[in-house]
Structure formats: structure tokens, C-alpha cells
């Protein structure tokens, strides 16, 4: 069915694009992705038509969308860093607010120009919902962003729902919940931890410096998350959807779950305080549910954290011993395998995930 149909995803060579882009391939989508920076994410994005330019160029983006006309759009450009967005609040409101507002803007006069509609998907964020009272969360909880990274994601929330019942557009938001794997960035506490707990290890290191282990997330898996983004545009008519497990652990859990996979027993022997990781204000608690999409998207969490954090921790044990920071066979379970017992002389050669000669 997908067969010849176009998806182009802003935002390509983050986590979420990169197993994305796997998704709808597989699926038989010609994917377009763009990206301010592709350098470092080469590896990942075999059989992606990359283009480089920042989310805020609206000629660009609007140039690209009457040339190629792609199908569906997902619109997973943004500034990820809940932590470090007070140090950029007003690049944050630019990239992850205003951009979208400026894109539905585009698809509202391509579309009565030119009579093109694409799908829309608009990555939201379990960041809207931040000190809400109401736990679980889903689809019909007040928002109470508690950072310019949340307050943004809100902005651009409301904005996707008001384009679609004012405009008729078909655009969506994905109101994803924490979602993790091995290519998550370390600047997120999890790669942080499972990094520092791979190093300590092979007694690379002793100890990981964090902030806030309070602090409760209901965590799932990456390559999960991706397929609901996909099914969210494949609907009668476009809605929302909360995607989370509704599962929540702590940080402190996480830490613990991690140190388990190495078989370290005393895991607080490794771990130090540091205020600096204290943010101006927290969300204590994450907690999803995703009934609607269960029901009307057959959607549902096939990855525990344990699972998750298992894989997280193997691929950072590669990434310590080859020194090969990015390989297509950290993206899986069963292909972080292949990268196994590789020195880091006979990798680019031998590990059957980067045989197709991809530069990494
Ligand atoms: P977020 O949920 O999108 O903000 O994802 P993060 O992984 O950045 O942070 C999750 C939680 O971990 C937040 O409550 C942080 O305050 C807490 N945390 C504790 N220590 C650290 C740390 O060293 N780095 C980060 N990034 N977060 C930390």
C-alpha cells in the first residue's frame, strides 16, 4: 500500500528520525529527511534522501515541499534537551514553536494554491503535561509545561489541533513519553547512565555524576515509539495520541536496572551527587496511558526498561572497546551481537552492520 509514497521527517538524524526512516522504509516509502547537521549520522541513514537546512528556513522548506509533494510529513525537528533549554529558552521557542507554526502556516496556502494536503505529524511531548495533577496522563489533561523545552512543545500542541479545526488539515500530535535506546544522545540521564555503567565495567572509570534521582519517567523503547508515529497518519481522520507504557520507575530504579546488567552489586558505591544536574524546576513524575491508542491504533509497549536498558548497556560495552562511537548495529538487540568481540582494528571490515561500506 505504501508502495511510491513519499514521507519526508524534519529533524532525520535524531533518535526518533533514524528509526523512523527504518520504519517507513521498510515499509516502501521513498523518505526524504532533513537535518540541520548530518554529519554524524551517516551511518544510520542509508536509503534517505538528506537534505541540510535549518527547520527555521521556511523558503527552503516550502521550496522542498512544491517540488517533492511528499505524502505525510513528520516533524520531529526540534531542540531535545529538556536540561539545557533555560540556557536557550529563545532559540527553543524559535526551533520548536514557531517553526510549526510557520509550517502548518505553509500547508494551509500550499494547499489552496496547489490543492496539496499532506499528512502532518507533530512530534509533541509528554513535556506539555510536566506538574499536572492528573496521573496517568492522556489526551485530555490540562498542560503544565516546566521548561522553555515544554512550554514550547505546548505552543506547538495547540497550535497542531487548532490548524486542524480551523483548517481541516490532517495533522496530529504524537504525545510520545520518554522513549530511549542506544543512539539517545548522552546528555539524557539514561544513555548517561548505561555509558558510565559500560565504562565502569571494564574499570574504564568508577563513578557517575548525577543530579535529581527523584525524579519518576515512564520509560519505553525508541524502535516501539516509531511504529505509532507511522500508524498515526495511516487513520480515517487525524487525532491525538499519548504513546507510553504506563510503567514509571525512578532514576534511582534506572540506575539500579542498569548496574543489575553488568552484575555490579553495590551500584551507590559508583554513583555521586552533583547540584549543578539540578534543573530551575522538574517534573517529578511522568506517567502515560495509552488506551486510545491501543484501541484505535492496535498500538502497544513490546520492550520492557529492562530490555531497553540491557541493550543501551551492551551497545555502550561495544562503544568502550572499539571506540566506535556509531555503527548501524547498535540500533537493535539481536545486531549489537554482530558488533561483539570486534577489535576496533577489524570493525569497519568484519562487523556485518557497517559491511556496505558506509564511512563511520
Ligand atoms: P527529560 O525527561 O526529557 O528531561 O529527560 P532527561 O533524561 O534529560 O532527564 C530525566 C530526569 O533525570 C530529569 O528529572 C532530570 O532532572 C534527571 N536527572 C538526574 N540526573 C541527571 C543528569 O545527570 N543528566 C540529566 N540529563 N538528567 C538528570
Not at 330 to 341: E, Q, R, S
Amino acid at each position: 500500500m505504501a508502495a511510491h509514497r513519499t514521507a519526508l521527517i524534519t529533524g532525520v538524524a535524531g533518535q526518533d528520525g533514524i528509526y523512523l526512516a527504518r520504519v517507513l522504509l521498510e515499509r516502501g516509502y521513498r523518505v526524504i529527511g532533513t537535518s540541520f547537521s548530518l554529519a554524524r549520522h551517516f551511518p544510520y541513514l542509508q536509503g534517505v534522501e538528506l537534505i541540510a537546512f535549518d527547520i527555521r528556513n521556511t523558503d527552503a522548506m516550502s521550496e522542498l515541499l512544491r517540488r517533492e509533494r511528499p505524502d505525510e510529513i513528520y516533524n520531529l525537528a526540534a531542540i531535545s534537551s529538556v536540561g539545557q533549554s533555560w540556557q536557550m529558552a529563545e532559540k527553543v521557542a524559535e526551533v520548536n514553536g514557531m517553526s510549526v507554526l510557520r509550517l502548518l502556516e505553509l500547508l494551509v496556502r500550499l494547499r489552496d494554491d496547489l490543492g496539496y494536503a499532506p499528512r502532518f505529524y507533530q512530534a509533541s511531548s509528554s513535556e506539555i503535561y510536566g506538574m499536572a495533577d492528573q496521573q496517568p496522563q492522556d489526551e485530555r489533561t490540562p498542560h503544565y509545561p516546566r521548561s522553555p523545552y515544554g512550554t514550547s512543545k505546548s505552543f506547538a500542541h495547540h497550535l497542531t489541533v487548532n490548524y486542524r479545526e480551523s483548517y481541516g488539515l490532517y495533522a496530529c500530535n504524537g504525545i510520545l513519553f520518554n522513549h530511549e535506546s542506544p543512539i539517545r544522545p548522552a546528555r539524557f540521564v539514561t544513555r548517561k547512565i548505561t555509558r558510565a555503567v559500560a565504562e565502569i565495567s571494564l574499570g574504564m572509570r568508577d563513578q557517575v555524576t548525577l543530579g535529581n534521582l527523584d525524579a519518576r519517567r515512564d520509560w519505553g523503547s525508541a524502535a516501539d515509539y516509531v511504529e505509532a508515529m507511522a500508524e498515526m497518519l495511516q487513520q480515517e481522520s487525524a487525532q491525538d495520541f499519548v504513546i507510553a507504557t504506563g510503567e514509571v520507575a525512578s532514576i534511582r530504579d534506572f540506575v539500579a536496572i542498569a548496574f543489575e546488567a553488568v552484575g555490579i552489586e553495590d551500584p551507590w558505591a559508583h554513583v555521586e551527587f552533583d547540584a549543578a544536574y539540578l534543573r530551575p524546576a522538574d517534573v517529578p513524575q511522568t506517567w502515560g496511558r495509552a488506551d486510545r491508542a491501543r484501541s484505535a491504533l492496535g498500538w502497544g509497549p513490546k520492550v520492557s526498561l529492562r530490555e531497553v536498558v540491557a541493550h543501551m548497556v551492551q551497545a555502550d560495552i561495544v562503544r568502550a572497546k572499539t571506540g566506535i562511537e556509531e555503527c548501524r548495529g547498535y540500533m537493535f538487540p539481536n545486531t549489537v551481537n554482530d558488533a561483539l568481540g570486534l577489535t576496533p582494528a577489524t570493525h569497519r571490515h568484519e562487523c556485518p552492520s557497517c559491511a556496505a561500506g558506509v564511512a563511520n
